[in-house]
């Protein structure tokens, strides 16, 4: 990844963006007609290299920026455009894709004809509009009339209405750019956030953030049936806003804040996001969840979470949505998987229609049903979404030393890399630079043995106090047994042991055998190193006669290229 441009900030650059884009969309050019020589190095001549562009990747924001079309208002959909049924609520005065998706529904579909758990009375006829292709998109583009640069608040006629069109995308002057079938990627990873944030801080019920709020209610008697969720006049005069079942009460709410604090997850698999529950923070609401944080506790998280909190029906529509983008997300995908996955969607997405109300649902929670096309189209979705580069922006920004001069501290640092990066190459292989440093968890791999045992040959680093216990015979039993079976050196004798008891047991099955290797091969190999015909090895012996029972007890345990944590640190009486 190359830090080809800086757009200067904070504002963005808007309808502006295309001065921006002039070099690149030049040298695109060049690259695609004409090509420029490249040296070979395998084959020691030069070639004509050409290249096109496949697609573009950014957040939903920039993704408007690129395509020319707002991603605001009730026609954000850039699928959709003019043909989407999204509405304005009237009292939350706020974009609404409630019901918006029944169409793309089976014919035959029972939630086709549900007048009461969607809008009021209506049932659903119309039928999934059609994709336009980019031959299509571009005859639309070229009809756009040019907007000059001095004039950037003009809108063009029918704004709002009948298109979402801002100006002609400076990538339709590309000669292939309409033969893409994608040009522009909806980002998974943003749409994950956004998702993420609307079902946890409604179901937690967090003030300020939760889409259950006063306005949403009064909205509902306008939308479709549901008297319980109306805002209710008590006795003394004051609105009350009744308890909602997607929503948890202030008990459950703490259990799953306590649980959320007790998170242990495997290194390297998340941020710590136990830590994002502190004491000073209200109950029901995280602080300082990154992106990925989102897409871990959606994907993995969220049906744990909410297993004993929630109605069954509603839970049962949150996991839906949680295998949908773990599925979707896998690293290898099948076509007609993902053909599936286009169809569960939009029955998931109608299922949390019956369940939350209409201000629920913004404009994220209707692009989750165009994702499965994309990467049907595309490939998984590890190509096309901002994780990569949300990491390069998170190293550059924190390379930041001067805050007056930002852009300046952050050339001068990936300067410093790339040629950090060159001259490494040129070092002896002993020196220790950054393409051969060993990861934090490697223990370097096996050492020489010099007599140990190959169960033994592994480098090991505990960390943590270390605290003396007492195991019990049962630890001991099960530590002994799996380091015995986990030897190469005794192999021989579990082969042995094996035939004995064949030998006794005539018929005897494999899973049997398995069950006896269990409970009684290290009573087995210790009796037969105590015995005066044994023939075993010495270290072997020692082995056999299995550990003592007063042992150090670490918080964390680093081998084979992970590390391991203590469930639970006992602690000991120091009577004892």
């Known amino acids: 990844?190359?830090?080809?441009?800086?757009?200067?900030?904070?504002?963005?650059?808007?309808?502006?963006?295309?001065?921006?884009?002039?070099?690149?969309?030049?040298?695109?050019?060049?690259?695609?007609?004409?090509?420029?020589?490249?040296?070979?190095?395998?084959?020691?001549?030069?070639?004509?290299?050409?290249?096109?562009?496949?697609?573009?990747?950014?957040?939903?924001?920039?993704?408007?920026?690129?395509?020319?079309?707002?991603?605001?208002?009730?026609?954000?959909?850039?699928?959709?455009?003019?043909?989407?049924?999204?509405?304005?609520?009237?009292?939350?005065?706020?974009?609404?894709?409630?019901?918006?998706?029944?169409?793309?529904?089976?014919?035959?579909?029972?939630?086709?004809?549900?007048?009461?758990?969607?809008?009021?009375?209506?049932?659903?006829?119309?039928?999934?509009?059609?994709?336009?292709?980019?031959?299509?998109?571009?005859?639309?583009?070229?009809?756009?009339?040019?907007?000059?640069?001095?004039?950037?608040?003009?809108?063009?006629?029918?704004?709002?209405?009948?298109?979402?069109?801002?100006?002609?995308?400076?990538?339709?002057?590309?000669?292939?750019?309409?033969?893409?079938?994608?040009?522009?990627?909806?980002?998974?990873?943003?749409?994950?956030?956004?998702?993420?944030?609307?079902?946890?801080?409604?179901?937690?019920?967090?003030?300020?953030?939760?889409?259950?709020?006063?306005?949403?209610?009064?909205?509902?008697?306008?939308?479709?049936?549901?008297?319980?969720?109306?805002?209710?006049?008590?006795?003394?005069?004051?609105?009350?806003?009744?308890?909602?079942?997607?929503?948890?009460?202030?008990?459950?709410?703490?259990?799953?804040?306590?649980?959320?604090?007790?998170?242990?997850?495997?290194?390297?698999?998340?941020?710590?996001?136990?830590?994002?529950?502190?004491?000073?923070?209200?109950?029901?609401?995280?602080?300082?969840?990154?992106?990925?944080?989102?897409?871990?506790?959606?994907?993995?998280?969220?049906?744990?979470?909410?297993?004993?909190?929630?109605?069954?029906?509603?839970?049962?529509?949150?996991?839906?949505?949680?295998?949908?983008?773990?599925?979707?997300?896998?690293?290898?995908?099948?076509?007609?998987?993902?053909?599936?996955l286009e169809k569960n969607i939009i029955e998931i997405t109608c299922k949390l229609e019956k369940i939350f109300p209409p201000g629920f649902f913004d404009s994220m929670e209707h692009l989750t049903i165009h994702l499965p096309y994309e990467a049907r189209v595309g490939g998984p979705v590890q190509y096309s979404w901002m994780y990569p580069f949300e990491r390069l922006m998170g190293m550059l920004k924190r390379a930041v030393k001067n805050r007056a001069c930002v852009e300046g501290s952050i050339c001068e640092a990936y300067s410093f890399n790339e040629i950090s990066m060159f001259v490494s190459d040129y070092f002896p292989d002993e020196v220790l630079t950054k393409a051969n440093r060993v990861p934090r968890n490697n223990d370097g791999g096996n050492i020489e043995l010099n007599g140990r045992l190959s169960v033994f040959g592994l480098l090991d680093r505990a960390y943590g106090k270390g605290r003396h216990i007492f195991l019990s015979e049962k630890d001991v039993h099960a530590a002994h047994t799996y380091i015995l079976l986990n030897c190469e050196e005794i192999d021989e004798l579990v082969r042995l042991y094996d035939d004995d008891l064949k030998v006794k047991c005539l018929g005897i099955t494999d899973k049997d055998i398995q069950i006896s290797r269990n409970k009684d091969f290290a009573r087995w190999i210790k009796d037969k190193a105590l015995s005066e015909e044994s023939t075993i090895p010495a270290n072997v012996q020692g082995l056999a006669m299995g550990p003592d029972m007063d042992q150090v007890c670490r918080n964390s345990y680093k081998v084979n290229g992970y590390e391991y944590e203590t469930k639970k640190v006992v602690k000991i009486d120091q009577r004892l």
């Open 1 to 340: 990844m190359f830090l080809s441009l800086m757009i200067p900030g904070p504002p963005s650059p808007g309808k502006n963006l295309d001065v921006y884009l002039r070099p690149l969309i030049d040298e695109l050019k060049v690259l695609w007609k004409d090509g420029v020589q490249t040296w070979d190095v395998s084959t020691p001549t030069n070639f004509n290299l050409r290249a096109a562009l496949i697609w573009t990747i950014s957040d939903f924001p920039a993704y408007g920026m690129l395509l020319g079309w707002s991603i605001h208002r009730k026609l954000a959909c850039p699928y959709c455009m003019e043909h989407t049924k999204s509405f304005t609520l009237q009292k939350g005065r706020k974009p609404c894709w409630f019901d918006c998706h029944r169409r793309c529904l089976p014919e035959n579909h029972p939630f086709r004809r549900n007048r009461e758990n969607f809008r009021k009375g209506k049932v659903e006829n119309d039928r999934p509009v059609p994709r336009l292709s980019g031959t299509e998109m571009r005859a639309r583009v070229m009809k756009l009339p040019v907007i000059p640069f001095d004039n950037n608040d003009k809108k063009i006629s029918g704004f709002g209405e009948s298109h979402n069109w801002v100006r002609t995308s400076i990538f339709w002057e590309l000669p292939y750019w309409s033969t893409n079938l994608i040009r522009h990627n909806l980002d998974v990873m943003h749409v994950e956030m956004n998702v993420f944030d609307n079902v946890f801080n409604t179901v937690m019920n967090v003030t300020g953030k939760t889409k259950d709020n006063d306005k949403v209610r009064l909205d509902l008697k306008y939308i479709y049936k549901r008297p319980a969720l109306e805002l209710q006049k008590s006795s003394n005069g004051k609105t009350v806003k009744l308890h909602a079942r997607y929503t948890l009460t202030k008990k459950q709410i703490e259990d799953v804040c306590i649980w959320i604090k007790s998170l242990k997850l495997p290194d390297g698999y998340a941020s710590n996001i136990a830590r994002c529950v502190t004491d000073k923070t209200p109950h029901g609401k995280l602080k300082g969840m990154k992106s990925h944080d989102c897409h871990v506790f959606l994907e993995r998280l969220l049906p744990i979470a909410f297993r004993d909190q929630l109605y069954k029906p509603i839970h049962d529509a949150l996991t839906e949505l949680s295998h949908f983008f773990n599925d979707l997300c896998a690293k290898s995908l099948n076509e007609k998987d993902v053909s599936i």
